[in-house]
């Protein structure tokens, strides 16, 4: 069984950082991309970022320059720093990964439980 568990969310000020942790863990034999993505309330979920397999990222237009995403490879782990937080920046993240688990043939997308990001102005 595939868990992902995020870490690192909270209450910070406008034009602070805040660095979330995902961390995967159990039967993986491959992990493809993993991702960031974000719910605020009465909106729908958003990319906020992608770090492919192969070292590509992405940000949407709304974070680059601010948001960075990173994984050690090491430790199934992602992270993301956020800097110069914004109000609009409030949300629920959650951490997605492209996982093949071993004994199965196909690779699918596992999900976290999300963490709380709540940034006052």
């Known amino acids: 069984q595939v868990q992902l568990v995020e870490s690192g969310g909270g209450l910070v000020q406008a034009g602070g950082s805040l660095r979330l942790s995902c961390a995967a863990s159990?039967?993986?034999?491959?992990?493809?991309?993993m991702n960031w993505y974000r719910q605020a309330p009465g909106k729908e979920r958003e990319l906020v970022a992608s770090?492919?397999?192969?070292?590509?990222?992405n940000y949407a237009d709304s974070v680059k320059g601010r948001f960075s995403i990173s994984r050690d490879n090491a430790k199934n782990a992602a992270y993301l720093q956020m800097n110069n937080l914004k109000p609009e920046d409030t949300a629920v993240y959650y951490c997605?990964?492209?996982?093949?688990?071993?004994?199965?043939?196909?690779?699918?997308?596992?999900w976290g439980q999300g963490t709380q990001v709540t940034v006052s102005s």
């Open positions: 997605n990964a492209d996982i093949r688990a071993r004994g199965s043939p196909f690779v699918r997308g596992y």
């Open positions: 159990g039967s993986i034999l491959s992990i493809n991309s």
């Open positions: 770090f492919s397999n192969g070292a590509s990222t």
